[in-house]
């Protein structure tokens, strides 16, 4: 006798089950994608005791005559593959024939359907897999689909359902997926009669956000849209100051299905780049729409994974149009701001600020502090007391002295020097001058040379440089620091805190990484060689990755069994960070377990060499090291986060001040 046999149906339908009903929301998400392809514009879905009890799914779609109603529970029976050659062309949501056979072999199931044109409807009710009852019903055009005691004949499976609020939990996500792929079609979701989901089917993504997160986050989300050959991307992306704790609410859709897929949310990711801080995560919702032919959405049971034709191609577009939307936002937190508030007043809406110029009776005409002036500077005089702000104190009236070319020209120097921890003239402020004044690379070194310099070399091209990055960061005057860690500042549009060491960490960052990707790179001989000593695994790995040091400035040589010597490194590292750096970087190629990536370990150097070389908290700045450094930060070409994703400027609106001191109500 063989010991082979053919499984009978209902055996069948119970192993399908374990694969496509592994909870109620997996039930919800089969009967919802029918309904969809049913050409529904309205879906309701309605749950008892977290969808154990009972699952109730009405729509207005197509409907379906009795002979269908019966075939629709027959294993591999569907309506949407007629041929071989309709498997590389799908484009509904369902196509396998496998999802009502296996919920109704685990449930009781009860349906019914009247079909577009008949005048009355089907009802059938099917026990574990046995139809019970098939009978004409009068009905509504559309169908309703009632599932109970879910899991009854499995006790093991319905053993390890979670807690009642863990599986709606789990039903609002699919809903939310869905409603957020299909504006179009409204969506509600009920659960013990209490409303969960509301949408409006007005075909508008925006007004699905807002029902879905809420309507301030739909405020702060920013619109995307792009076309290339092959792909066609749409959507909205959170600012980067709201992030979440994971990547959970990254929605990525590939022709109205919402999909997982570890590529796509990692291209997001890095459009994003260093405006977002360690472990948080963005809000995005985006839909690619693209040839079926370029898309294989039979690679798993769920239909929640895919594979595409054309990956790398689809993760460069969607990284390079997410890293286009953010730079030309400008970008600076608001804590002030209510967004629930509505739209601010104009400034002549309410109360006009206070006249703070201060002024006594003089003979002498001088300039007298009062409105925010573009030629602030500042200079210690010799036997005046200077102010935290850098005025000076006359009798009783403070006056800002007007200084000549030449006093500025002078002070900027002392201020670079300063900052960068050098003397005035020295050749690390003389290289930042040749690098700000050659480099094309949009992220700017730390630039040292006046502007004037820059109108002789290419007038028409720094302008227009200098005109598009200073509409992302507004011009402003400094007013001093807090705790000697926090720079404020001021213009027209409210008041600015400043954190300096994230800001010089953004300088310092683009300025290392463009120099780790110049070709020719002059390297310093040290007089006493660092010596590394690694395990034989570490020194294979430090061999592996040479190439790099050396293409990088840093040279390295055998030293007896498992032990290196670095003999030169760049002459642009940090002064005083040296060895500190060039371990890290031994670190990093160590750490890596998928082999050198030469771009990741030049983003990671820099990050390591800009955090190290930055200025640190409780560190005191005069005002001209203060100007000079919103100056450099104003350059570069990202100047609202440092490398680590933190926030470098937050500002607090006039209109927000005032409100706090009740002088707008």
Request: glycine share 6%; net charge negative.
């Given at each position: 006798?063989?010991?082979?046999?053919?499984?009978?149906?209902?055996?069948?339908?119970?192993?399908?089950?374990?694969?496509?009903?592994?909870?109620?929301?997996?039930?919800?998400?089969?009967?919802?994608?029918?309904?969809?392809?049913?050409?529904?514009?309205?879906?309701?879905?309605?749950?008892?005791?977290?969808?154990?009890?009972?699952?109730?799914?009405?729509?207005?779609?197509?409907?379906?005559?009795?002979?269908?109603?019966?075939?629709?529970?027959?294993?591999?029976?569907?309506?949407?593959?007629?041929?071989?050659?309709?498997?590389?062309?799908?484009?509904?949501?369902?196509?396998?024939?496998?999802?009502?056979?296996?919920?109704?072999?685990?449930?009781?199931?009860?349906?019914?359907?009247?079909?577009?044109?008949?005048?009355?409807?089907?009802?059938?009710?099917?026990?574990?897999?046995?139809?019970?009852?098939?009978?004409?019903?009068?009905?509504?055009?559309?169908?309703?689909?009632?599932?109970?005691?879910?899991?009854?004949?499995?006790?093991?499976?319905?053993?390890?359902?979670?807690?009642?609020?863990?599986?709606?939990?789990?039903?609002?996500?699919?809903?939310?997926?869905?409603?957020?792929?299909?504006?179009?079609?409204?969506?509600?979701?009920?659960?013990?009669?209490?409303?969960?989901?509301?949408?409006?089917?007005?075909?508008?993504?925006?007004?699905?956000?807002?029902?879905?997160?809420?309507?301030?986050?739909?405020?702060?989300?920013?619109?995307?849209?792009?076309?290339?050959?092959?792909?066609?991307?749409?959507?909205?992306?959170?600012?980067?100051?709201?992030?979440?704790?994971?990547?959970?609410?990254?929605?990525?859709?590939?022709?109205?299905?919402?999909?997982?897929?570890?590529?796509?949310?990692?291209?997001?990711?890095?459009?994003?780049?260093?405006?977002?801080?360690?472990?948080?995560?963005?809000?995005?919702?985006?839909?690619?729409?693209?040839?079926?032919?370029?898309?294989?959405?039979?690679?798993?049971?769920?239909?929640?994974?895919?594979?595409?034709?054309?990956?790398?191609?689809?993760?460069?577009?969607?990284?390079?149009?997410?890293?286009?939307?953010?730079?030309?936002?400008?970008?600076?937190?608001?804590?002030?701001?209510?967004?629930?508030?509505?739209?601010?007043?104009?400034?002549?809406?309410?109360?006009?600020?206070?006249?703070?110029?201060?002024?006594?009776?003089?003979?002498?005409?001088?300039?007298?502090?009062?409105?925010?002036?573009?030629?602030?500077?500042?200079?210690?005089?010799?036997?005046?007391?200077e102010d935290s702000v850098g005025a000076t104190e006359t009798g009783n009236?403070?006056?800002?002295?007007?200084?000549?070319?030449?006093?500025?020209?002078?002070?900027?120097?002392?201020?670079?020097?300063?900052?960068?921890?050098?003397?005035?003239?020295?050749?690390?402020?003389?290289?930042?001058?040749?690098?700000?004044?050659?480099?094309?690379?949009?992220?700017?070194?730390?630039?040292?040379?006046?502007?004037?310099?820059?109108?002789?070399?290419?007038?028409?091209?720094?302008?227009?440089?200098?005109?598009?990055?200073?509409l992302r960061v507004p011009e402003m005057y400094a007013l001093g620091q807090?705790?000697?860690?926090?720079?404020?500042?001021?213009?027209?549009?409210?008041?600015?805190?400043?954190?300096?060491?994230?800001?010089?960490?953004?300088?310092?960052?683009?300025?290392?990484?463009?120099?780790?990707?110049?070709?020719?790179?002059?390297?310093?001989?040290?007089?006493?060689?660092?010596?590394?000593?690694?395990?034989?695994?570490?020194?294979?790995?430090?061999?592996?990755?040479?190439?790099?040091?050396?293409?990088?400035?840093?040279?390295?040589?055998?030293?007896?069994?498992?032990?290196?010597?670095?003999?030169?490194?760049?002459?642009?590292?940090?002064?005083?960070?040296?060895?500190?750096?060039?371990?890290?970087?031994?670190?990093?190629?160590?750490?890596?377990?998928?082999?050198?990536?030469?771009?990741?370990?030049?983003?990671?150097?820099?990050?390591?060499?800009?955090?190290?070389?930055?200025?640190?908290?409780?560190?005191?700045?005069?005002?001209?090291?203060?100007?000079?450094?919103?100056?450099?930060?104003?350059?570069?070409?990202?100047?609202?986060?440092?490398?680590?994703?933190?926030?470098?400027?937050?500002?607090?609106?006039?209109?927000?001040?005032?409100?706090?001191?009740?002088?707008?109500?």
């Amino acid at each position: 006798m063989a010991n082979i046999q053919v499984m009978d149906t209902q055996l069948a339908n119970l192993i399908a089950a374990g694969e496509v009903v592994e909870r109620p929301a997996s039930v919800v998400k089969e009967l919802v994608e029918n309904a969809i392809d049913a050409g529904s514009t309205r879906i309701e879905v309605h749950l008892e005791e977290g969808g154990l009890t009972s699952i109730r799914v009405v729509d207005n779609g197509c409907g379906m005559v009795e002979a269908d109603c019966r075939l629709a529970f027959e294993r591999h029976a569907t309506s949407k593959l007629k041929r071989e050659r309709d498997l590389s062309h799908i484009r509904t949501l369902g196509f396998r024939g496998e999802a009502l056979p296996s919920i109704a072999a685990v449930s009781r199931t009860e349906i019914k359907s009247t079909a577009r044109g008949e005048q009355g409807g089907t009802r059938i009710r099917i026990s574990g897999g046995t139809e019970e009852v098939c009978e004409p019903v009068a009905f509504p055009r559309g169908t309703e689909v009632v599932i109970s005691d879910l899991f009854y004949n499995t006790p093991a499976r319905l053993k390890y359902m979670k807690t009642i609020h863990t599986e709606v939990g789990h039903v609002s996500d699919v809903m939310n997926r869905l409603a957020l792929s299909h504006p179009n079609i409204a969506f509600l979701l009920t659960h013990n009669q209490k409303q969960l989901l509301r949408t409006s089917g007005d075909g508008q993504l925006l007004h699905v956000i807002a029902a879905v997160y809420g309507m301030n986050l739909a405020r702060s989300m920013v619109q995307i849209e792009a076309e290339s050959l092959d792909f066609r991307l749409s959507g909205y992306l959170a600012k980067p100051e709201i992030t979440r704790a994971s990547r959970s609410y990254i929605s990525t859709l590939i022709n109205g299905r919402y999909i997982r897929s570890m590529g796509l949310t990692n291209a997001i990711l890095r459009g994003y780049h260093t405006l977002l801080p360690i472990n948080r995560y963005p809000i995005a919702v985006l839909s690619l729409e693209m040839e079926p032919t370029l898309v294989d959405v039979n690679v798993h049971p769920a239909k929640l994974e895919v594979r595409f034709s054309k990956d790398q191609e689809l993760y460069a577009f969607v990284e390079r149009e997410v890293k286009q939307v953010w730079s030309g936002q400008r970008l600076i937190p608001e804590p002030g701001r209510n967004s629930s508030a509505g739209p601010r007043p104009k400034n002549n809406e309410y109360q006009a600020s206070m006249d703070w110029t201060l002024f006594v009776p003089d003979k002498e005409e001088k300039r007298l502090v009062s409105a925010p002036d573009p030629e602030w500077r500042t200079e210690r005089a010799e036997g005046q007391k200077e102010d935290s702000v850098g005025a000076t104190e006359t009798g009783n009236r403070w006056e800002l002295p007007d200084f000549s070319a030449s006093s500025l020209e002078q002070e900027e120097k002392e201020a670079e020097a300063s900052l960068y921890h050098t003397e005035p003239g020295s050749d690390y402020v003389a290289e930042h001058q040749e690098t700000a004044s050659t480099m094309d690379e949009p992220a700017a070194a730390p630039q040292v040379s006046s502007s004037v310099e820059h109108e002789e070399q290419d007038p028409a091209g720094y302008e227009r440089k200098e005109e598009a990055r200073n509409l992302r960061v507004p011009e402003m005057y400094a007013l001093g620091q807090l705790h000697g860690t926090y720079i404020l500042a001021q213009n027209q549009d409210g008041m600015f805190m400043i954190d300096q060491h994230a800001a010089q960490e953004r300088i310092f960052y683009e300025y290392f990484l463009n120099k780790l990707h110049e070709e020719a790179i002059e390297s310093q001989e040290l007089l006493i060689p660092i010596t590394l000593e690694l395990t034989a695994a570490e020194a294979a790995a430090v061999d592996e990755g040479r190439e790099w040091f050396e293409r990088v400035g840093v040279h390295m040589e055998p030293f007896g069994t498992n032990s290196y010597i670095i003999r030169s490194h760049p002459r642009w590292l940090p002064r005083g960070e040296e060895e500190g750096i060039l371990r890290e970087m031994v670190d990093m190629v160590l750490t890596s377990k998928k082999g050198i990536d030469v771009v990741k370990l030049r983003e990671a150097a820099a990050i390591t060499m800009s955090c190290k070389a930055a200025i640190k908290a409780n560190r005191y700045l005069n005002h001209a090291e203060i100007e000079a450094l919103i100056e450099r930060l104003r350059r570069t070409s990202s100047p609202f986060t440092c490398p680590h994703g933190r926030p470098i400027i937050i500002h607090f609106s006039t209109y927000d001040i005032e409100k706090m001191f009740k002088r707008v109500m």
